[in-house]
């Protein structure tokens, strides 16, 4: 069955759970409603497949979240453009009355460019993510902007931006919420009259440096191109797993607002985003499934065979990833080789990851630190241990 395919992205996260949950709660349904079936039967029936879901929702887990994860980041790359057509009603008048209405105008810090308007807003938490969610709006109008003038702006913007950082204090926030970060997202809308080509040819990619990491922390740059009529900005989300929003999401919510009356120009802005990698969208969801599934259960057996083959102290360095055997037991870690500083930045060890994930003594972490540290010496290289949280 080729349908639905995975390009319709959303359409297979939604199926994905409409399948597993119907598939025992459609029998609970129709037994419920079958009145020759007595009720002590219907209940133990019930109770049955309710179990079977919870079983098969924990034997599935990482399944289901791999396949989850997957296709909400191949929903926000096709809902993604590296720029976008202005509407045929856009001007800079308009744009400016709308911002207007957002938050509560500031006085700009004395830095050169100075913003023609910054307004700032800030949102009480409902989640412990976060001590308050902040969001910036400045705005700069340049004749030409090359690469030097839009650093400047950014740079501009981010002081400016800084300057307001805590302007206002929420109350009645719990102990986790007082503890944890200010959610912070500055939108930077440049409207320039002309660009350098050069600089028109790369903006997507310039846009697309040092915007934070995005859950915290977003810095987005939005060029708005008065000569092309188009506007260019980072418009890839990330995904929403139910736990925190990210607030660079809350930034581009922002700009499709002021800019685009809350409607993006999808169909207007042809010029999409680079395919992902492994992700092809006109393969359909049941085989995406069957291959998810495969590879998770192929890898964890490979990994299974290779620490059963292995010996004591045995060390493996391939593809990126160091295998290790203590005993009756191993460990797998990410390396990253920095060949510059001849340094190979290696994953904090703290569990073991064969036969299953228990925690590592402390004394036989440094008698593997020592193994490694050997190993990767004889290579020409000073082990450097990160954690990859």
């Given amino acids: ?11 297979c996260r939604i199926l994905i759970y409409v399948v597993v949950l119907g598939g025992f709660i459609a029998p609970i349904i129709i037994v419920a409603n079958l009145k020759f079936i007595p009720e002590a039967v219907k209940v133990i029936i019930g109770i049955g497949l309710a179990v079977g879901l919870l079983i098969y929702l924990i034997k599935n ?13 191949l929903h926000c790359h096709n809902t993604a453009r590296k720029c976008f057509v202005l509407p045929k009603s856009f001007s800079t008048q308009k744009i400016e009355r709308r911002i207007t209405r957002f938050g509560k105008e500031y006085e700009p810090a004395v830095i050169s460019p100075r913003p023609t308007t910054i307004r700032y807003k800030s949102n009480t938490p409902i989640t412990f993510y976060s001590s308050g969610i902040e969001k910036v709006i400045a705005t700069y109008p340049v004749d030409f902007l090359d690469k030097n003038q839009y650093q400047l702006i950014v740079n501009s ?7 307001l950082k805590g302007k206002k204090k929420h109350r009645f926030l719990d102990k986790a919420q007082k503890s944890s970060p200010l959610n912070r997202v500055t939108v930077i809308v440049i409207y ?62 922002i700009i499709r607002k002021f800019l685009f009356n809350n409607k993006l120009p999808f169909a207007d802005s042809s010029d999409t985003l680079d395919p992902i990698k492994d992700m092809n969208p006109e393969q359909s969801l049941w085989r995406f499934w ?3 599934k495969k590879e998770l259960i192929l890898d964890d057996k490979e990994h299974k065979r290779r620490f059963e083959k292995m010996q004591h102290r045995e060390i ?29 930045e290696i994953d904090t060890i703290e569990s073991w990851d064969y036969p299953k994930s228990n925690n590592i003594a402390k004394d036989t972490i440094k008698e593997i630190k020592t193994d490694i540290n050997t190993y990767f010496a004889g290579l020409g290289y000073t082990a450097k241990y990160f954690s990859c949280e």
């Fill in 157 to 163: 913007a981010t002081a400016n931006s800084q300057a």
């Fill in 61 to 73: 887990f990482v399944l289901l979240m791999a396949m989850d994860v997957g296709l909400a980041m």
């Fill in 290 to 292: 069957k291959t998810t």
């Fill in 1 to 11: 069955m080729n349908f639905p395919r995975l390009k319709n992205a959303l359409l």
């Fill in 192 to 253: 320039a009259k002309k660009v350098d080509e050069k600089l028109r040819n790369s903006l997507y990619d310039v846009v697309c440096k040092n915007g934070g990491d995005g859950f915290d922390t977003a810095v987005l740059p939005c060029v708005i191109d008065v000569e092309k009529q188009i506007c260019t900005f980072d418009s890839m989300r990330i995904p929403y797993m139910g736990f925190q929003y990210p607030v660079k999401n809350r930034g581009i919510k």
């Fill in 316 to 344: 493996i360095f391939e593809d990126d990833y160091i295998y290790l055997k203590w005993k009756d037991r191993g460990i797998w870690l990410s390396v990253e080789l920095n060949e510059e500083l001849k340094t190979a």
